[in-house]
């Protein structure tokens, strides 16, 4: 049976009609409305929920770290078995079912909540339920795109969801805080499921048929398939140097993060206001982004847009510990490094992602993302760690200076790896490693022959 992605890579030679424009195709706009409204639902509910613990039920800074940390868990514990969990079903289904169980989860916390019935223990198992939903939510969108959309479409399409996801990345925080604001932190979680529940009507309206995968008569275990989406990734030269680049950038980043969330407010005495003015110019940075990056790899080449963003957006960041003197001075020269830092971030995530989904078989879409996703946040604890090390033993602008410095190692992986050698064109898809179950009878073949 041919995979989806296939049959959607090769539109023009099966006969299916591909869109002159992306956006005249219905499936895709559900996709884009479903995925932007769970985005918004998702951002919005990490402030939500520790607002519900501080306002409804007086937590204090330690209880709602664990429960920051409980949200967040999902991402290391199940990102690689949700892998290998969405390659075998359609991704439709999940993500359907994910936003529908995010919406009933949030419901219940706001009535609970209403009534008084929510104790902390509840609200760390509903966050860990909305985290782990989200986990298989966020694969599962990645993997669906390769199958709705055309290969020549792949970057216009992850522009235009990476574009979502950074405008939620904003705009959901901000808009938690003011639902929490204006009305009740229990009211607030209910309206935030009614973004979960808008995404279940789009995504529920995708008529286009998505194949499933082949399934063996004896299907490897999950562990087998973890394996399998493991070896893939390692052996694959683009991917390894995808994961690589990756793991540099978010081990130093939250290492970077770390200290200069201290080194504004101490340093340069910087207000909560001014601090957050600064931090949200990633935002707007990050829209710029994604609307370059549906033109620039075309024009210039992949390899080329990688290494430059990755080396200019994150070597913005060396200047900042030079930023001495008043707000008047500092506060423009912040906004004007976290917009850079935003542009080159999301050029680099959407030409990414259309890269990984182009070499990547529809068998092994799920687990690929899954596994760089893995990789890459898996050290982002171990990189807040050594910003906090650094910034009491070495003080904090020159631990800024070091862990910034540090940055640019991934955009150093990217120039001396297979990356920085793609063209203007997407890489051919990958052949993946056989399973056990191909295996089998790859044997049984050649004992009969």
Partial sequence: MPSASSSSSAASDSGRPVPSRLWRDADFRGLWVGQTASQFGEQASLVVLPLFAVLTLSAGAGQVGALR???????????????????????????????????????AAAVAGLLGWLALPGLLALAFTVGALSVFFDVAYQTSLVRLVARDQLVRGNSALEGSRSAAQVGGPALGGALVSLLSAPIAAATSALFFALSFLSIRRIRRAEALPERPECPPRVWRRIHEGLRFVVGDTTLRAVCLASAAFQFFFAAVMTVYLLFLPRELHLSGTAVGLALAATGPGALVGSVLAARLPGRFGYGAVLVCAAAVGDGVFLGVPALRGSSAVTVPSLLAVSFVFGIGGQLVNVAVMAVRQAVTPDEMQGRAAATITFVGMGLTPLGSLLGGFLAEEWGLRLSLLVTAAGMMLSPVVM????????????????????????CEVQKTAIRWS
């Fill in 69 to 107: 940390a409980v949200g967040q868990a999902p991402i290391l514990l199940l990102s690689l078995f949700v892998g290998a969990w969405v390659d075998r079903w359609r991704t439709r289904t999940t993500m359907v079912l994910t936003d529908a169980g995010r919406a009933l989860v949030l419901v």
């Fill in 415 to 438: 120039a001396f790896s297979p990356l920085a050698r793609l063209g203007r064109e997407l890489p051919a898809s990958h052949d993946a490693p056989p399973t056990a179950a191909r």
